[in-house]
């Protein structure tokens, strides 16, 4: 066993160098750059996750030319599809995470290029696996976890319409808070159920982490779990704003579609919980969080009951079946549970 690890070690260590050669014999200078600091933020050593000075290697190349962040993604890209090592892999994910983080707007422009509907830049590691030994097998359930992650970030960003991680440091976060407010505000029902449900499948593919959260003593699956969790901290903001606003319109404009709508996505946030709280282990428990999905589902549930109780049910008697109609139509002057006599010529029968 010991002499196969030394073997795959060694065989690694040979690949890098391989790799870094050929990348100085490239003709491009400066696309030869962004690969050897790609290369030495994701070699094959397992511990550790890339350095700061790596990734800031990597950011700072991209952004020396304007074709070079292209050329940066798609070194990326390379790197990560052709890998079959699950280190290698979750190094590259965590690189490009960093980019969705601390990248500039061109950078983030060209890794948010359609990451949804399959091209260059679609991850896609559904199927990721690496045989060469068990704690490989296991880290490939973490590459495939993280991969949606980074996907899920992308999407996120595109649908809200700006990044969710943004370094733009211009305005204070009351600002912020004041904009975004007065954004929601204008948005519809429909809008802001929409953008929930991107964020409530974000916080679903967190939730839905390896069994193998022991390997969390791993250096570099821990900074992963610690960035992820930021992440997830930015969401449940989006999602505590969006609450706030909807739980505001529930009394006044809602239909029963939409609280069926707005209860479902409330319930799968909590079924999520139990596996959040494994994976972060109570650090971004958040009480308030909780307690207000749990309020405005409550009011969600009781304004629902309210307006079905009002539902006109019309009863009439044919060829001695009882035939009952519900329907959408409800009466102000009606209490919950309530019936309306209506002659019978009125009545649907069937």
């Known amino acids: 066993m010991a002499k196969q690890k030394k073997l795959k070690t060694l065989t690694n260590n040979l690949k890098d160098k391989a790799s870094v050669i050929y990348a100085l014999l490239s003709i491009k200078r400066h696309v030869s750059s962004i690969q050897l600091n790609i290369l030495r933020a994701t070699s094959h050593t397992l511990s550790s996750p890339p ?23 798609n070194s990326l890209m390379d790197r990560l599809h052709r890998t079959k090592n699950s280190t290698v892999a979750l190094k590259c994910l965590f690189t490009l ?25 679609f991850l896609n590691l559904s199927t990721f696996r690496d045989d060469s030994d068990f704690e490989s097998v296991q880290l490939s359930s ?22 969710l991680n943004s370094n733009n440091s211009t305005n204070s976060t009351k600002e912020k808070d004041f904009v975004l407010g007065l954004r929601l505000s204008s948005l519809s029902n429909a809008d802001l ?50 609450l706030e606003e909807l739980g505001r319109r529930i009394d006044e404009d809602f239909d029963v579609g939409e609280l069926n709508e707005l209860v479902s996505y409330l319930k799968r946030l909590e ?24 309020e405005i589902k ?44 209506v002659p019978p010529n009125f009545a649907t029968v069937r």
């Open 51 to 73: 350095s700061d000075s790596q990734i800031t290697a990597v950011l700072t190349t991209a952004n020396t030319s304007h074709t070079l962040p292209r050329a940066c993604i």
């Open 142 to 163: 973490w590459v495939r976890w993280y991969a949606t992650i980074v996907e899920q970030i992308l999407t996120v960003s595109r649908i809200l319409g700006y990044y």
């Open 271 to 294: 079924e999520s919980k139990e596996n959040l709280v494994l994976l972060f282990v109570n650090r971004r428990k958040n009480n308030g969080f909780w307690e207000l999905i749990k």
């Open 97 to 121: 995470h960093n980019i969705t983080i601390k990248g500039s707007f061109i950078l983030k422009d060209q890794l948010s290029c359609y990451p949804s509907y399959g091209g260059y830049n």
């Open 298 to 341: 409550m009011k969600g549930l009781k304004k629902k009951e309210e307006i079905e109780g009002k539902w006109i049910t019309v009863v009439v008697n044919s060829s001695n079946t009882v035939v009952t109609e519900l329907t959408r139509f409800t009466n102000p002057f009606l209490e919950p549970g309530q019936y309306l006599q």
């Open 193 to 242: 159920l929409y953008k929930i449900e991107c964020l409530v499948v974000f916080v679903e593919q967190v939730s839905d982490v390896p069994e193998s959260l022991e390997l969390q003593r791993n250096e570099l699956v821990y900074e992963i779990v610690r960035m992820v969790g930021e992440d997830y901290r930015k969401v449940q903001g989006e999602i505590l704003f969006r």
